[in-house]
């Protein structure tokens, strides 16, 4: 028996195959594997390309199909376009496996920590946050895209940075905060001199990700600069981020809350590498909106592709061990105190969790 599962990115995708005792025997990474971004057809062809990669470094025939396969890939939030992708698959490439699971990659990511549920906030090239309850049940909040949200991942942030610019540079919004770093910061990442040589880059020359690679760029000047205006974009990013944890406030099953209290939220992609710059304005949020719980926040330790897996796994009733305290190490807890604010839990070195 062989368990496959994809972690599939707006940017990168990853590919792993697990045997029946649950240990990865093949890994394989790709590109985007977001439908709206490359198709159906070319997400099938990528999944194809990397689960031969896979199958070749387990030792397994290229035709040998995997006993079934999730697939958790951004973007696939709707029943009837995963339908869609699981028939092309089926038709198109039917060694890739036997069975499938379709879902969006937020899925994975909590199978990954638990099998009883919990919450997932993503914030890489996009963001995307996402509740699921031990009945089942699931709520969200974002996930559409960069023309209507993806508030707090790299791409908005990188959008913020170049609309502060050009809104300063018109006199309609002067920033209170100099733009002459991040403007410079522009400039090299784009190989632009003027703002109308950006034109280029939104319009016919538009690529989302190369539009958040900017955020790379700012977040270094944050760090080792200390640059005002980088610091605000990510305070401002971190309170997005902590908005979309209340906006699904009353949707959380008490059954889900550790000890009745204790709430884990998975946090994963690029931007969370970050979360000393996001750091204040997500507690700030946290405390401004009375969030009543405490939590955890939680940094997978392997790829949430093996989530796919055991979402694979579970669905079909096929037996994977797994120890879920491997996958993931916790990186900060806020405390909900009696007056309705919070605080960070420090370890034994006094930094924040």
């Not at 079934?68 to 699981?86: F, Y």
């Not at 990188?158 to 540079?169: M, P, Q």
Request: glycine share 10%; net charge negative.
């Amino acid at each position: 028996m062989y368990i496959g599962g994809v972690e599939g990115g707006a940017t990168h995708s990853t590919l792993v195959i697990c045997d029946e005792s649950g240990r990865i025997v093949g890994k394989a990474k790709g590109p985007s594997t977001n439908h709206w971004a490359v198709g159906i057809p070319g997400v099938a062809e990528r999944i194809d390309a990397m689960a031969r990669a896979a199958k070749a470094e387990a030792n397994l025939p290229a035709d040998q199909e995997l006993t079934a396969i999730g697939l958790c890939l951004s973007g696939a939030e709707a029943e009837d376009t995963n339908r869609e992708l699981e028939n092309y698959l089926r038709t198109h490439y039917p060694t890739v496996a036997e069975r499938y699971v379709v879902c969006s990659d937020t899925i994975g990511s909590i199978h990954a920590v638990s099998s009883l549920g919990g919450m997932v906030i993503i914030a890489g090239t996009g963001s995307n946050t996402l509740l699921r309850n031990p009945d089942g049940s699931a709520h969200g909040c974002g996930g559409w895209g960069h023309m209507i949200g993806d508030e707090g991942g790299a791409w908005w942030i990188s959008r913020n940075a170049i609309k502060t610019v050009f809104d300063h540079r018109d006199n309609l919004r002067c920033s209170k905060l100099p733009v002459e770093r991040v403007w410079q910061l522009i400039q090299e990442h784009f190989g632009v001199r003027t703002l109308h040589d950006l034109l280029d880059h939104s319009y016919g020359r538009f690529c989302k990700t190369t539009y958040a690679g900017l955020c790379a760029r700012l977040a270094r000047a944050a760090v080792e600069e200390r640059d005002p205006l980088c610091l605000k974009l990510f305070d401002e990013a971190g309170q997005c981020l902590a908005q979309s944890v209340c906006a699904l406030q009353d949707k959380i099953s008490p059954d889900l809350l550790r000890d009745a209290t204790e709430l884990d939220i998975v946090c994963v992609g690029s931007v969370w590498l970050s979360w000393d710059l996001l750091r204040h304005g997500f507690v700030r949020e946290l405390q401004s909106r009375h969030f009543p719980y405490d939590l955890r926040l939680l940094r997978l330790a392997t790829t949430m592709a093996v989530g796919a897996a055991y979402l694979a796994a579970d669905t079909y009733k096929l037996t994977l061990p797994r120890d879920y305290t491997r996958n993931y190490d916790v990186f900060y807890t806020h405390r909900v105190l009696a007056n309705g604010n919070g605080t960070g839990k420090p370890n034994g070195n006094g930094v924040p969790l």
